[in-house]
C-alpha cells in the first residue's frame, strides 16, 4: 500500500513539473506578441506624425508660394470692365494675331497662289480668287476678334449683344463674298456677249440687272443677320412700312427719277453711245441708270450726271441720230480772187467728202456772204459717228491749207488806215470894241 501511494504521489510530482511549464510558455508568447502590437502601433503612431508634419510643412510651402505668387502677380489679376488685365491680354493678342494670319493669308493669295492660277487656261480661277481673297482675310479677322472676346467677362446682356453683332458682321460678310464673285463673273463672261449683241436693248438692262442684284443679296444677308442677332425683323420691318410712307413724301425726286429712267429704257430715245443734247451739254450716253444717266461732254470730256426726270420733261437732241457728226469750216478769201478760183475751191470742198472714207458723202458747200474785205464760203461736213472727230477735223483743215497754198488763194484780212487830222488855223485875237485909236478905252 504503501508502495502504492508512494508511486502515486511520484506520478503527480511529475504531472505538476510538466503543466508547469506549458503555463510559462504561453505566458511568455503572450508577452512577445503585446511587446510586437505595442512596436507596430508605437511605429505607425511615429509615421502618422511624420506624414501630418510633412504635410503640415508641405501645406505652409504651398501657402508661401501662393502668397509670393499673387503678391508678384498683383497687377495682372487687376479687373478692368470685369475683366483681370491678364484676360486683356489675351484677348488683344489673339486679335493682333489674327490680323497678322489675316495679312499673311492676303499676301499668300496675292504672291504664291495668283503665280499657279496665271498659268491655267481658263480665267476662272483668276477671278475666283481674285474676288474671295478679300471677304476670307475678313472672316479670319472676325474669327480672331470673336475668340479673343471669349476671355473677356461680360455681364449675360452685354454678351448676347456682341455676338449678336458679331453674327450680322459674318453674314455680310458672306453676302459681300458672294456679290463680289457674281459681279467677277457677270464682268468676265456676260458683258462681253451683251456688248457684242446687236440690239442695245441689254446693254441699258445688264446694268440695272446687276445692281438690282446687289440690292438684293444685301437686303436678304441684312434681314437674316438681323434675325440672327436677335432682332425681332417683323417689328424692324412694319417700322419701315410706316415710316415708307413718309419716305416716299420726301423722295419724290427719287421717284421722278427712276420713272424717267423706266421711260427711257422702253421708249429708247438714245442709247449707250449716242451723242445728244440735252439741258445745254453736249455729250456721249455712257450710262443709262434707274435714276441717273452719265454723259461725257463732247468738247471739254467732262463726266456730267443728268437726272432721268429731266428727260421726260425737256426736249433731247440725238445728235448721232443724223448722218453723221456735223463739223463747219467759215473760209474768208480775199475779194480780190478770181471767180474761177472760187468755183474750183467749192468743188474740191465737195470732192473731199466724198472720197473721204471717215466722211459722209452728204456736204453743203456755198458762197455764204460778201463783205467789204472778204468773201466767205462755208463749208458743212459730217464726219462719221465711228470716227475720231478731232483728228478728221485737223486733217481737213490741213489739206484745205495745201489747196489755198497750191493754187495761190488768198485768206481776207481786214485792214483798217488811219487819215491823220487837217491842221485848222488858230483863232483870231480877240478884239476889244470899246479900246479907240490911241489904246485906251473907258
Known sequence: MDFFAKRNSNLSTKKLVVKSPQKWSVFIWALLIIGCLSVTVTAQDNKKRTDSTSKSNTAKKQEAKAAKKTKSSGFFSKKYYGSTVKQW????????????????????????VRIFTDKTETKLDDIIIDKIEEPIVA??????????????????????????????????DIAWLIVRTIDGLIEEYIVPIVEESESNLD???????????????????????????????????????????????????????????????????????????ISGHDGYVQEIGLSNTRLRTFIDDYLVTIPNKVFTDKEVVNISAASGVKGVFFLN?????????????TKF??????????????????????SDFSVMVRYVFY???????????????????????????????????????EKTAPPPPDVDDDKDESGFGF
Do not use: C
Open 89 to 112: 491680354l489675351i484677348a488683344l493678342s489673339i486679335i493682333l494675331g489674327a490680323i497678322i494670319v489675316g495679312r499673311i493669308l492676303y499676301w499668300f493669295f496675292t504672291k504664291i
Open 139 to 172: 472672316a479670319i479677322v472676325i474669327g480672331g476678334f470673336w475668340w479673343g472676346i471669349s476671355y473677356l467677362q461680360f455681364a449675360i446682356k452685354t454678351r448676347n449683344q456682341i455676338e449678336g453683332i458679331i453674327y450680322l458682321i459674318i453674314i455680310l
Open 203 to 277: 446693254d441699258a438692262i445688264l446694268p440695272i440687272a446687276r445692281r438690282g442684284f446687289k440690292v438684293i443679296v444685301w437686303v436678304i444677308a441684312v434681314v437674316v443677320g438681323l434675325n440672327n442677332a436677335g432682332y425681332d425683323v417683323a417689328t424692324v420691318l412694319a417700322g419701315l412700312g410706316i415710316g415708307g410712307v413718309a419716305l416716299a413724301i420726301g423722295a419724290r425726286t427719287t421717284i421722278m427719277n427712276i420713272f424717267g429712267g423706266l421711260s427711257v429704257l422702253i421708249n429708247q430715245p438714245f442709247k449707250i453711245g449716242d451723242r445728244i443734247l
Open 333 to 345: 478769201i480775199s475779194t480780190n480772187t478770181v471767180p474761177e478760183k472760187i468755183t474750183g475751191l
Open 349 to 370: 470742198l465737195q470732192q473731199l467728202s466724198i472720197n473721204h472714207e471717215h466722211l459722209e458723202e452728204d456736204n453743203k458747200t456755198t458762197l455764204q456772204e460778201f
Open 383 to 421: 464726219i462719221k459717228s465711228t470716227s475720231p472727230y478731232w483728228d478728221i477735223k485737223t486733217e481737213l483743215g490741213v489739206k484745205i491749207m495745201q489747196y489755198f497754198r497750191e493754187n495761190n488763194i488768198i485768206f481776207a484780212q481786214r485792214r483798217v488806215t488811219f487819215e491823220p487830222e
